[in-house]
């Protein structure tokens, strides 16, 4: 059961590089999304996805851009990558029905420093 | 939204019930109350999610008040792998595009020792 499989695990860029951190899963889900932790904080949504063709943003999307051509894909693109953005990033997975989600699953993360 | 209110640290004795409150007094008819957990810096893990009656599973159990302004997640025996940062979460009312999306606060870390 791979479930929610996040790539890479470990990345350092430069400020100004691009790059997609990519998640996928096999459990047919709806909905897909992608939070940043920083450092002792909880987790910020960053954009999310309802189905294929549909995405929308969360509380932080400035500087990220996604999108969703198919139900096992959302990747999340860094256009200009800043130091702001040197985090953990987690996607998760969930089925959508009337509005809600229902129990989310994470995947285990992408280490993300921008120098 | 909703809000939640949780302690930020806690401790227990190994074996005992672990008891985790978290207060959410604004929280609306439709809105679930779900718990989460965080073990170190892995992705969260799903435990449990309740509307008005209580809930268990094999994890934990989840006790909400009448008035549902507060609930308490409770493991029953902690083992110290159950150390971790537990989140409590009402999902969003529905707004436009923002249904359903669940947002994380800080949490309550919780710590069993032996």
């Known amino acids: 059961n791979a479930g929610v499989t996040q790539t890479p695990k470990f990345q350092v860029l430069k400020t100004g590089q691009s790059m997609t951190l990519q998640c996928a899963q096999d459990?047919?889900?709806?909905?897909m999304s992608w939070y940043r932790q920083d450092p002792g904080m909880g987790l910020r949504l960053i954009h999310y996805?309802?189905?294929?063709?549909?995405?929308d943003q969360g509380e932080v999307p400035n500087g990220y851009n996604v999108s969703r051509s198919t139900t096992e894909d959302f990747p999340l693109r860094l256009l200009s990558a800043a130091p702001s953005q040197t985090s953990v990033y987690f996607c998760?997975?969930?089925?959508?029905?009337?509005?809600?989600?229902?129990?989310?699953?994470f995947g285990e993360g992408s280490r993300l420093t921008v120098l | 939204d909703a809000k939640t209110t949780q302690p930020p640290s806690m401790d227990c004795a190994e074996g005992r019930a672990a008891n985790l409150p978290c207060n959410h007094s604004t929280i609306s008819g439709n809105e679930y109350v779900y718990w989460y957990r965080q073990i170190h810096s892995q992705g969260p893990q799903y435990i449990i999610h309740g509307l008005k009656n209580n809930e268990t599973n094999e994890m934990a159990s989840l006790i909400i008040t009448e008035d549902r302004k507060s609930s308490t997640l409770i493991l029953p025996h902690a083992t110290l792998r159950d150390t971790a940062v537990y989140y409590c979460i009402v999902s969003p009312r529905a707004r436009g595009g923002s249904q359903g999306n669940l947002i994380f606060g800080k949490g309550t870390k919780l710590s069993v020792k032996p």
């Open positions: 996805s309802v189905g294929a063709g549909i995405t």
């Open positions: 998760a997975s969930s089925y959508w029905a009337g509005g809600r989600t229902g129990e989310l699953f």
């Open positions: 459990m047919n889900h709806e909905y």
